[in-house]
């Protein structure tokens, strides 16, 4: 069955750093691109960051370029996100996903979600 | 402000079909047949039941299709069920540093 599990949200002040992780099982895993996406309380789903099959592309949205860093370990089958001067806004359940490829056009379609993990910035 | 534009409620009564639109540029939408739906019922993680404009993973019923018409991409839901009841979520591919839009989400109720 494949897999992803999310830890290490947490609850952190403004300014201050927090690291995710995924576990993922079950499929390929450096044959797959990964995702980060966020849903703030009550609102809709917002894409973060993307990192390609191999780690060597990554992609952020604007609001947190220079802030967030993406990155995977294929021998440990782990995703990561290193967020750095977290704000009120930034405060959102964080979901690892899986990608139906590996890399460009094959991104953006996500088939397998982990059940996230909830990030509070106050 | 979602890059893609999505009405923010539909409804339906059940066994009726409804259709969500889903609204982007010639950049995104336009340019490629790399749209995906997502649905998410109340604190779950979303679903993939659309991609690549028209495709169905396995599992997902066949009651649910999707089309593409320009910059207008739609998801059908024909039969309508009571589980159903979900937000719905466009996604598009576009060739840029951030190559993943998604749209604001459409709230289906089931009357």
């Known amino acids: 069955e494949v897999q992803l599990l999310e830890s290490g949200g947490a609850l952190v002040q403004p300014g201050g750093s927090l690291r995710l992780s995924c576990a993922a099982s079950?499929?390929?895993?450096?044959?797959?691109?990964l995702s980060w996406v966020r849903q703030a309380p009550g609102k809709g789903l917002e894409w973060v960051s993307a990192?390609?099959?191999?780690?060597?592309?990554?992609y952020y949205t604007d609001s947190v370029k220079g802030r967030f860093t993406i990155s995977r370990d294929n021998s440990m089958n782990t995703l990561h996100l290193q967020m750095n001067s977290l704000s009120p806004e930034d405060t959102a359940v964080y979901y690892c996903?899986?990608?139906?490829?590996?890399?460009?056009?094959?991104?953006?379609?996500?088939?397998?979600w982990g059940q996230g993990t909830t990030v509070t910035v106050s | 402000h979602s890059a893609l534009t999505q009405p923010a409620s539909v409804s339906g009564s059940p066994g009726q079909s409804i259709t969500i639109s889903c609204t982007g540029t010639n950049s995104d939408i336009g340019a490629y047949n790399y749209v995906s739906w997502y649905q998410q019922h109340p604190d779950k993680a979303p679903k993939l039941i659309i991609y690549d404009v028209t495709y169905r993973p396995s599992g997902v019923s066949d009651r649910f299709s999707g089309s593409k018409s320009g910059n207008t991409a739609s998801l059908t839901i024909s039969g309508l069920q009571a589980d159903d009841e979900a937000d719905y979520y466009c996604s598009s591919y576009t060739a840029s540093s951030t190559p993943v839009l998604l749209g604001g989400g459409t709230k289906v109720t089931v009357l």
């Open positions: 990192i390609s099959g191999a780690g060597g592309n990554t």
């Open positions: 996903a899986k990608a139906r490829g590996w890399d460009g056009s094959g991104i953006y379609a996500l088939d397998v």
């Open positions: 079950g499929f390929t895993f450096g044959h797959h691109g």
